[in-house]
């Protein structure tokens, strides 16, 4: 593609050629020096870590022709550069390279919702993705657990993929036919403008709770993020789908109301999807609903009170870009929770249940206890972790959630990365003093399960669909599940 085509009303142009900006032609672009190949455009981009502008010599030898950069560092790369190289300068060069990868990748889904908050983006996800499926449509969801289509699903690495990545990913998806998509949101790909240039019809919002704060100085600066989704990315005309009954919620109806766009509410307070009823039915849930079509009464088939506000908002998402109320709310009875979300993971031989569940914050385990209590005969137990180079101060209240809402807890280790794993066990355990502390994952899901009863339910929490434990740079291989699956079979508590 022409650069001029790629840049044009998005950056000041610094070529010192311009005759050679003029015919230039990009062969692709990144903004990682080591993904440089012949033709590239390279983005200088000042990151947490390094600044990208340290790595523009590596990027032009290996054959980056136009580098892209942060307005203030235009004069010193353009001192440092040959000529024949162009240097574009922008006030916003993450925002910049969003929109050239949306031009470069020009193919987005007819229809892409997105959906954010600090838990249930995932499922919100995967919910609206089976909704689009069940009204026929070749439909994605891209998010933690990586592109999930119908013909099965695709690891990445990002809940919010690299504006490149990103776009690149829906211009395969489109080519392949899918018209409709679902994505996370995730408050680091919002603040980074990784999604800067996604085609947005509706945009979702779950919740707030405490998450990354060692990324996002204050609770203000987490939200500010998230609502980059509502006030930058959905356009005047598409539709805000929120629980008013949540908190936070206010700021993103305050968001909605001033830029005029539509708004659709959930829940016990919403207009639109109102929740007149709740009641448990054996391993689902009965929900009655109030709606501008009607009254209505859904049998969703899971637990927790949780996984009916994201069933709700996935609903909400899909009525917002035009899908009739009844078939959507249909669509809820054969909902399928996402991989390691409060999933199945096994009976014991004497009769126990295993769960495998991802709160890694302190919010999500009090749900997701709270969800498990109420099928639970006997005692309720947990396996939990914390992760290293993560907001340290959510441990000691993960520790405090385990511990309020379990009968009984054992701290172990969760992806403790750059950080001494025993430091962040016991970090852990200042909120839950009485926790059983084991090092290893595999021994301390053993030992939970060799102590269950009959009647007993045990949550397996931090990891869900996660393959992997890192320690230090090393990736090593663990799945809960096949430590769930080995414990079992192993068996000591028949
Ligand atoms: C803290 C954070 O979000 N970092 C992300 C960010 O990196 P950064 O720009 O700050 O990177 P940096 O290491 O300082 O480098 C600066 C620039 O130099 C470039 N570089 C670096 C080295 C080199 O040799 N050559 C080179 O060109 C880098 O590509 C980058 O452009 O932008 C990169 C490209 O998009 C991401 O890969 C990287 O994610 C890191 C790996 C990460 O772990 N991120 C996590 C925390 C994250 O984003 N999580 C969210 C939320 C998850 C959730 O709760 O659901 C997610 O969306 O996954
Ligand atoms: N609406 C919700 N409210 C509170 N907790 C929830 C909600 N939905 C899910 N959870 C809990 O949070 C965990 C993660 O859920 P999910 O993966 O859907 O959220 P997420 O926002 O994508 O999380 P992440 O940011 O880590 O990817 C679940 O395993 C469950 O414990
Ligand atoms: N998206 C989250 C996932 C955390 C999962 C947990 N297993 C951990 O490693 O802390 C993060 O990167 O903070
Ligand atoms: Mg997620």
């Known amino acids: 593609?022409?650069?001029?085509?790629?840049?044009?009303?998005?950056?000041?142009?610094?070529?010192?050629?311009?005759?050679?900006?003029?015919?230039?032609?990009?062969?692709?672009?990144?903004?990682?020096?080591?993904?440089?190949?012949?033709?590239?455009?390279?983005?200088?981009?000042?990151?947490?870590?390094?600044?990208?502008?340290?790595?523009?010599?590596?990027?032009?030898?290996?054959?980056?022709?136009?580098?892209?950069?942060?307005?203030?560092?235009v004069d010193q790369l353009r001192s440092e550069l040959p000529d024949t190289v162009v240097v574009l300068g922008s006030e916003e060069p993450r925002h910049a390279l969003a929109l050239m990868a949306a031009r470069f990748y020009n193919k987005q889904p007819k229809v892409t919702v997105a959906v954010t908050g600090t838990s249930g983006k995932t499922s919100v996800a995967h919910f609206v993705r089976q909704i689009f499926q069940s009204a026929g449509h070749a439909a994605a969801s891209l998010g933690t657990i990586g592109t999930v289509t119908a013909d099965g699903r695709v690891y990445g690495g990002l809940t919010t993929p690299d504006p490149v990545a990103l776009h690149a990913e829906l211009n395969r998806l489109t080519e392949e036919g899918v018209t409709h998509a679902a994505l996370e949101a995730s408050s680091h790909g919002l603040d980074q403008h990784r999604l800067?240039?996604?085609?947005?019809?509706?945009?979702?919002?779950?919740?707030?709770?405490?998450?990354?704060?060692?990324?996002?100085?204050?609770?203000?600066?987490?939200?500010?993020?998230?609502?980059?989704?509502?006030?930058?990315?959905l356009p005047t005309g598409g539709t805000v789908v929120v629980d008013p009954g949540e908190k936070y919620a206010d700021r993103v109806i305050g968001v909605a109301e001033a830029r005029g766009l539509q708004l659709l509410t959930v829940g016990e307070t919403g207009k639109d999807l109102k929740l007149t009823g709740l009641r448990q039915s054996g391993s689902a849930q009965v929900l009655t609903l109030a709606t501008?079509?009607?009254?209505?009464?859904?049998?969703?088939?899971?637990?927790?009170?949780?996984?009916?506000?994201?069933?709700?908002?996935?609903?909400?998402?899909?009525?917002?870009?035009?899908?009739e109320?009844?078939?959507?709310?249909?669509?809820?009875?054969?909902?399928?929770?996402?991989?390691?979300?409060?999933?199945?993971?096994?009976?014991?031989?004497?009769?126990?249940?295993?769960v495998i569940d991802y709160a890694h914050k302190p919010d999500a385990l009090e749900n997701v206890l709270a969800a498990l209590r109420p099928v639970t005969e006997g005692k309720l137990s947990v396996v939990i972790g914390a992760g290293g180079d993560r907001d340290p101060g959510k441990r000691p209240l993960m520790g405090k959630a385990a511990a309020e809402r379990a009968d009984f807890v054992i701290v172990t280790d969760d992806n403790p990365r750059s950080e001494d794993p025993a430091a962040i066990r016991k970090a852990v355990k200042e909120g839950a003093p009485e926790a059983l502390e084991i090092d290893?994952?595999?021994?301390?899901?053993?030992?939970?399960?060799?102590?269950?009863?009959?009647?007993?339910?045990?949550?397996?929490?931090?990891?869900?669909?996660?393959?992997?434990?890192?320690?230090?740079?090393?990736?090593?291989?663990?799945?809960?599940?096949?430590?769930?699956?080995?414990?079992?079979?192993?068996?000591?508590?028949?």
């Open 196 to 233: 800067d240039g996604v085609r947005i019809a509706a945009a979702g919002f779950t919740n707030l709770g405490r998450d990354h704060m060692d990324y996002h100085p204050t609770i203000e600066d987490y939200l500010g993020a998230k609502l980059r989704l509502f006030k930058d990315l």
């Open 1 to 73: 593609m022409q650069l001029e085509q790629l840049a044009s009303g998005l950056t000041v142009a610094e070529a010192s050629c311009p005759e050679e900006f003029g015919g230039l032609s990009i062969s692709g672009l990144t903004a990682d020096s080591r993904q440089v190949k012949p033709g590239y455009l390279f983005a200088a981009l000042k990151g947490v870590q390094v600044d990208g502008a340290q790595f523009v010599p590596k990027a032009v030898e290996q054959g980056a022709v136009a580098i892209l950069c942060a307005q203030d560092s």
């Open 292 to 323: 501008p079509r009607g009254d209505y009464t859904v049998t969703l088939p899971l637990i927790g009170r949780f996984q009916v506000s994201n069933a709700l908002v996935a609903a909400g998402l899909a009525i917002a870009v035009g899908h």
């Open 440 to 494: 290893d994952r595999g021994e301390a899901i053993f030992e939970a399960i060799k102590r269950l009863q009959p009647g007993d339910v045990l949550c397996v929490a931090g990891k869900g669909h996660e393959t992997g434990q890192i320690v230090g740079e090393t990736i090593l291989p663990f799945s809960d599940h096949e430590a769930v699956a080995d414990a079992i079979a192993k068996g000591g508590n028949e």
């Open 325 to 354: 109320t009844g078939p959507v709310l249909r669509a809820l009875e054969n909902l399928k929770g996402a991989p390691g979300r409060l999933e199945f993971a096994g009976h014991t031989q004497n009769g126990a249940l295993v």
